[in-house]
């Protein structure tokens, strides 16, 4: 009887412990871990930069807000901050959120000092496309930056991709580096598109930040609930990173302190 249970404190045992440790490493995201995992998930992407530089990259997905009135919202607020705290971006978006009515919009995310990234045609997991469709959206994408770029007084370098859901084969990142891309994925994601929370999503950066992260946070989502929590991410966030000595730079910014 002494010996059954101690086998099954030794199994509950076993199984805290694994939980625990599973929990650890996604609150923590280490870095030997994306590394692990970046051959499959998506290879070659860039997670993380090595350097000393007190900076960090901020990247923004899925914009640019467009609602179903063709009015934008959370961009241009997400902008706002950016604005208020000298913080800049990469921006990726979604090819067919870029409309004649937020066009603006697009070319004050250049205008500001941030850069834009390609992000595909819709908000899909890139994993699931066949490889044709993979090629056709990224150039449509792209086209759609380019033209938009055309209104700003700041002309669009469009290198870096991001593939929807994070992840994407060998054949597809051959694709992008065709076309002059680098892919980028992140180093430090706070869970917003699962959390419902910008205190957790704020708690998670400011725990794990570290020179060279790339913190990866998201616009519009469901009614807006994304963008609206990226704001109040942003709002408690970058005053902090300010104080800590950090720098919040454009992915392109980051790669030049590269060592």
Same mark, same amino acid.
């Given at each position: 009887m002494k010996i059954r249970i101690q086998k099954r404190m030794l199994l509950v045992f076993a199984i805290l412990l694994l *939980?625990?440790?599973?929990?650890g490493l996604l609150w923590l995201q280490p870095r030997w871990l994306w590394m692990k995992i970046s051959p499959w998930l998506c290879p070659g992407a860039v997670f993380f930069v090595e350097t000393d530089s007190p900076m960090v990259a901020l990247t923004i997905d899925d914009g640019p807000d467009d609602t179903e009135t063709h009015r934008p919202t959370t961009t241009h607020q997400i902008l706002q901050v950016l604005s208020k705290y000298d913080a800049h971006a990469t921006f990726f978006l979604i090819g067919e959120r870029i *409309?004649? !009515?937020n %066009?603006? $919009? @697009?070319? !004050?995310? $250049?205008k500001q000092g941030n850069e834009a990234g390609n992000h595909l045609w819709r908000d899909e997991p890139s994993i699931k496309l066949p490889l044709p469709t993979f090629e056709s959206d990224l150039l449509k994408t792209q086209q759609k930056m @380019? !033209?938009?770029?055309? /209104?700003?007084?700041?002309?669009? +370098?469009v290198n870096w991709l991001r593939p929807g859901g994070g992840m994407a084969n060998r054949e597809m990142i051959r694709v992008a580096q065709k076309y002059h891309y680098q892919v980028a994925l992140g180093s430090i994601w706070p869970y917003d598109t699962i959390v419902p929370s910008? !205190? /957790? +999503? +704020?708690? %998670?950066? $400011?725990s794990n930040v570290r020179p060279g992260a790339i913190i990866i946070l998201h616009d519009r989502g469901p009614k807006g609930e994304w963008g609206k929590r990226t704001v109040k991410t942003l709002e408690t966030v970058l005053p902090e990173l300010q104080r800590k000595g950090f720098k919040v730079v454009t992915l392109s910014e980051l790669l030049e302190q590269k060592l």
């Open positions: *939980t625990g440790s599973a929990i *409309t004649p !009515e %066009q603006s $919009l @697009v070319t !004050e995310i $250049l @380019v !033209e938009v770029s055309k /209104f700003s007084d700041r002309p669009m +370098a910008s !205190e /957790f +999503a +704020a708690k %998670q950066i $400011l």
